[in-house]
């Protein structure tokens, strides 16, 4: 069990704090093509160098993601390489699809994306910027697919040493749960994205600095956070969680924290999951709710978790329970705040009020948590499997790795990554101190 | 048949790395004894600051093709070489992070601390790599299950249980830093100008005896350590056309930097480094990781290869992806022609 559970935390420890890069450049990836559109069609210097200090951000997230992101790949198989060695024959070929397909693409555009300014014409610039978005978005496809294949198998047969072996290529790539979890997780990336732009805008507003600048961070962070904070929702979450309760009710069942089986099952807002007496105490909740998110009827039936035999059920219900309350709860004021500030922005009011620059300010953070909260919903739901229903998490584990080796390297991570997250703290900070370059003053 | 595609596709890819990160880690290396001004500094660095992660790609996309294509394989030796791998992991972290720092900070002291890590991580880097392909070619202790795990040191002799160091995989190590320094050496003479390009050249010749030196010693170890290792050369014995190979790039590189035609000079380099390569993955063919303890407990290509429809598929958009792939890096190298630009960037 202790090698086990080091084994799981030196995976989720290195992929969170990995995961915190990519949800920007992600979605920053699609707000620089549309800056780098608008400078191409107006021809103005001004979009031009909204991008190119976007540009320098993407640049610090990208080299973070880069370094942050080699890890995984390498743990699969020093970590997990049970799991490695007897699902390759299906996982292999999406990760081996990634390198391939996105990373040469991604790196490639973004050298000259970067570094070619002043040596290609400008519309192989903006071909460039298009290329680094395109890449990224592959790249995210071809990780939710490995992930899909582990929470919803797909496409393959077993082999007699209990490996597994893809059948179809297309039924892998097209798997169902894939097409859904990769629409809700793109449009979270780009919710990060339009809220750290939105953030950046609104304190340039606030310290009157920067300040057309300031406007158009805004201006497009609202814009691009009103759509992706309301596709968030629906249809990509809603869809989500449907598929999610089809194929996995005991996920549901935990992450809604119903522990009875119920006929027009409540959806509790807010209550802590009580595992002793298998009750939620201090609910608030709304009858029928539940029942008609999943069915679109109040009086069906959602299965609890006292129809999961208890090795089946998730095993760590209330860390499970918060994290896809905190996810839910932070997509609801992502709604509120977004729809708000567009309001504001119709009315041509949004960038003198103080109260919607100082909120759009401090809610940077929150599409972080929001979108870790996701992903450890998605993966902590998944539990006790590793492969659902097929391989549990005991089996896949490096038996040959110590768990004194694997708490070894996990400290050093942990050590190293408290740096990084300083040195990349410091290096954004100072880029947004030196903002854009001013608009009257010619480019050297 | 298709173990035979798969294994030199997977060659390839580790070929297409060491050439490509090849150079960037050299220049890393003699980053900090060539470069005397900032202004050298940034040249070196400029030289690879738009390429280099597209090369470390090469890294990661041979990692994805070997899992992809031997799971076994790759699962037996990434929990085998934890902690050799964790730190060639930490050591790419470093590299990579005080590159990028480096030109965002203006404090004289702060640069010189990122100049001597960015150096030491890349020399470690090249050392730790050669190292592990010298452990592949001595053999690992695997159990009937197919894995191991290897100790960083034990006795420092290869024998039944050895650890990732010992005198062999050392000169590994080392024939990988005298390789690559020569390699990033040549790299600066095409795209350094002036003083530091005059002090790459001159430093040429004596990392090119050093090469031609360790080179020698490093296969008269393999033929100690592994006398099989000769079996396959003398088998198909023209075969032999590898180690020509190699003795030919060496002395074609030494003729085209006597000349003064450094691009000639590099792709020589480039070219040793291939038939090196290809020398010892034909010298383990068809074994992938050989047995310490016993033959009969060799990875060979047959027990660690992916089933028949995942390699036919493969063979598909792994030849359109790596065409597309090799098309892009074609276009950003054509984009960085002639000597490297220090701009403000």
Redesign the interface.
């Known amino acids: 069990m202790t090698s086990e559970l080091i084994h799981r935390l030196h995976f989720a420890f290195t992929i969170t704090f990995h995961y915190l890069f990519p949800q920007l450049t992600m979605g920053l990836a699609l707000l620089i093509v549309i800056l780098k559109t608008m400078a191409l069609r107006t021809g103005q210097e001004h979009w031009d160098r909204a991008a190119r200090f976007w540009g320098r951000i993407f ?2 997230n ?3 993601g ?3 992101g ?2 995984m ?2 743990e ?4 997990w ?2 799991f ?7 996982i ?2 999406p ?7 996105s ?3 991604e ?6 994306f ?3 300014a ?3 014409s400008p519309r192989v610039h903006w071909l460039s910027a298009v ?1 680094v978005f395109v890449g990224y978005w592959i790249s995210g496809f071809f990780i939710i697919v490995t992930d899909a294949w582990m929470q919803h198998p797909v496409a393959f047969v077993r ?1 007699p040493n209990g ?1 597994f ?3 179809s ?1 297309w039924a892998l790539l097209l798997n169902p749960w894939a097409l859904l979890q990769y629409m809700h997780n793109m449009t979270g990336a780009v919710v990060t994205a339009s809220f750290v732009m939105g953030a950046v805008g609104a304190f340039y507003l606030l310290d009157k600095r920067n300040e057309e600048y300031g406007r158009t961070f805004v201006k497009l962070g609202v814009i691009a956070g009103v759509i992706s904070s309301i596709l968030i929702v629906f249809p990509t979450g809603d869809l989500h969680g449907k598929y999610v309760a089809k194929n996995q009710p005991a996920a549901i069942a935990a992450m809604e924290g119903l522990f009875k089986t119920e006929q027009g099952a409540s959806l509790v807002l807010i209550g802590q999951p009580n595992e002793e007496t298998g009750q939620i105490d201090n609910p608030i909740a709304v009858n029928d709710l539940l029942s008609f998110l999943i069915y679109g009827t109040t009086k069906a039936e959602v299965v609890g978790l006292d129809q999961v035999k208890p090795e089946d059920r998730p095993e760590n219900l209330p860390l499970l329970y918060y994290a896809y309350h905190i996810m839910a709860g932070l997509g609801t004021w992502f709604m509120v705040l977004m729809l708000g500030s567009a309001f504001l922005l119709w009315r041509g009011k949004l960038y003198t009020n103080q109260w919607a620059l100082w909120a759009l300010l401090l809610s940077f953070p929150l599409p972080y948590i929001a979108n870790t909260a996701g992903w450890m919903t998605a993966e902590l739901g998944r539990q006790p499997w590793l492969i659902y229903g097929l391989m549990r998490t005991s089996q896949g584990f ?5 768990a004194s ?1 694997g708490l070894f ?1 996990l400290l ?1 991570f942990m050590g ?1 990554y408290a740096l ?1 997250g300083l ?1 990349f703290t410091v ?1 954004v900070y ?1 880029e947004i101190s030196i903002g854009p370059e001013p608009l009257d003053e010619k480019a ?1 | 048949m298709m173990g035979f595609i798969w294994f030199w596709l997977v060659a390839v890819m580790i070929v297409g790395y060491v050439v490509l990160d090849g150079f960037d880690l050299g220049v890393g290396i003699l980053h900090l004894f060539l470069a005397r001004t900032e202004q050298e500094k940034r040249t070196t660095l400029s030289s690879i ?3 280099w ?2 090369n ?2 090469w ?7 070997l ?6 394989l ?7 070489f ?2 050799p ?2 730190i060639v ?2 050591l ?3 590299r ?2 005080s590159l ?2 480096r030109n ?1 900070v203006e404090v004289g002291v702060w640069r010189k601390l990122l100049d001597a890590l960015f150096g030491l991580a890349s020399s470690l880097l090249a050392i730790f790599f050669g190292a592990a392909l010298a452990n592949v070619m001595r053999g690992v202790p695997l159990n009937a299950d197919g ?3 290897l100790p960083l040191w034990t006795t420092w002799t290869p024998g039944t249980h050895p650890g990732v160091l010992d005198w062999y995989t050392v000169i590994g190590g080392v024939v990988a830093l005298l390789a690559l320094s020569l390699h990033g050496a040549l790299w600066l003479t095409i795209k350094a100008s002036g003083e530091l390009e005059a002090r790459a050249r001159k430093l040429v010749p004596l990392l090119w005896v050093a090469v031609v030196l360790i080179t020698g010693i490093s296969l008269l170890a393999t033929i100690v350590v592994r006398p099989a290792s000769v079996n396959n050369y003398f088998n198909y014995p023209v075969t032999f056309a590898i180690p020509a190979g190699v003795t030919l790039s060496l002395a074609a590189l030494w003729f085209f930097n006597r000349k003064g035609a450094p691009v000639k000079a590099f792709l020589a380099s480039c070219l040793y480094l291939f038939f090196m390569l290809a020398g010892a993955c034909w010298s383990v063919y068809p074994t992938l990781l050989p047995a310490t303890t016993g033959a009969q407990y060799d990875i060979t290509l047959a027990r660690a290869l ?2 028949d ?2 390699l036919h ?2 063979l598909v ?2 030849g359109i ?2 065409a ?2 090799i098309g ?2 074609v ?2 190298y054509s ?2 022609l002639g000597k490297a630009e220090v ?3």
Request: no cysteine; charged share 10%; hydrophobic share 55%.
């Open positions: 640049a610090i990208f080299v973070f880069v370094v942050t080699i890890p790949e390498f699969f198989g020093t970590n390489a049970r490695a060695q007897l699902s390759g024959g299906v292999g070929q990760l081996a699809m990634e390198g391939v397909f990373f040469f693409m790196s490639a555009f973004l050298g000259v970067l570094y070619g002043k040596k290609v290329g082999l490996g072996e893809v059948n290529f490096s038996k040959m790795v110590s080796n390297t050093g190293l990084l040195l290096l100072r050297h | 600051g738009p390429v992660d597209g470390e790609v890294l990661l996309a041979a990692g994805g093709t899992y992809f294509a031997f799971p076994l790759y699962a037996s030796a990434f929990s085998g934890y902690l791998l964790m992991l930490w790419l972290i470093l990579g992070i990028e720092l965002h894995y191991f795990f992916s089933g429809y995942p598929v493969g958009w792994f992806g790596m597309l792939a892009y890096q276009f950003v984009r960085f701009d403000s960037h």
